[in-house]
């Protein structure tokens, strides 16, 4: 904690965010793209990162999406992972526009991302985007995801995967 709130803090928190969406350019080396991602993810252990990466949402998803063309598993799973947290945050939070961005980064991911732990976590991301929140379960209809996401419904290796996507289309009906 008290790490994360060094590296968190104001000025120094925009600066650390700002190296790590640096490295993270599409043209950069895969392993500090990962490596960045990864950070980022382990920011919101607590409250200071979580703080951060909230106000950084727009240039940190932004940038972020733009690895989901990367052909590397490791990546997808950073991505989603990323995704993921930022969706936690967002979960019984009013705001519209920041929930939009995570189901069009999730669902932007979902188009090239291969890789089953990649996909169950993006799955994840948008049942808890869209979880108990009709506005969000309209743009995420709007945005295609039922059927994007559809030909998940009856995968069983992994399972979960499969038992995911069918309460997330369930979430969606």
């Known amino acids: 904690p008290q790490v994360n709130e060094s590296l968190c803090g104001e000025a120094e928190g925009v600066q650390l ?4 969406l640096s490295l993270m350019r599409p ?4 392993a500090n793209q990962m490596l960045a991602l990864r950070i980022l993810c382990n920011c919101f252990s607590s409250s200071h990162g979580q703080a951060l990466l909230m106000a950084q949402r727009e240039a940190v998803l932004s940038r972020a999406a733009d690895l989901a063309a990367v052909c590397n598993k490791n990546i997808h799973i950073a991505l989603a992972t990323l995704v993921l947290n930022y969706a936690g945050c967002l979960h019984n ?3 519209l526009e920041a929930k939009a961005q995570c189901l ?5 991911a979902l188009e090239t991302v291969q890789d089953k732990e990649a996909v169950f976590r993006l799955l994840v991301a948008l049942g808890t985007t869209v979880a108990s929140d009709q506005t969000a379960q309209d ?3 709007s945005l295609g995801v039922n059927a994007q996401i559809s030909r998940y419904s009856s995968v069983s290796d ?3 995967l499969g038992e995911c ?3 997330v289309l369930k979430e969606l009906q």
């Open 139 to 141: 743009l995420a209809r």
């Open 165 to 167: 996507c069918q309460l």
């Open 27 to 30: 043209e950069g080396r895969a």
């Open 17 to 20: 965010c700002n190296h790590l």
């Open 158 to 160: 992994p399972s979960k």
């Open 93 to 95: 939070q009013p705001d």
């Open 104 to 108: 069009s980064v999730a669902s932007r």
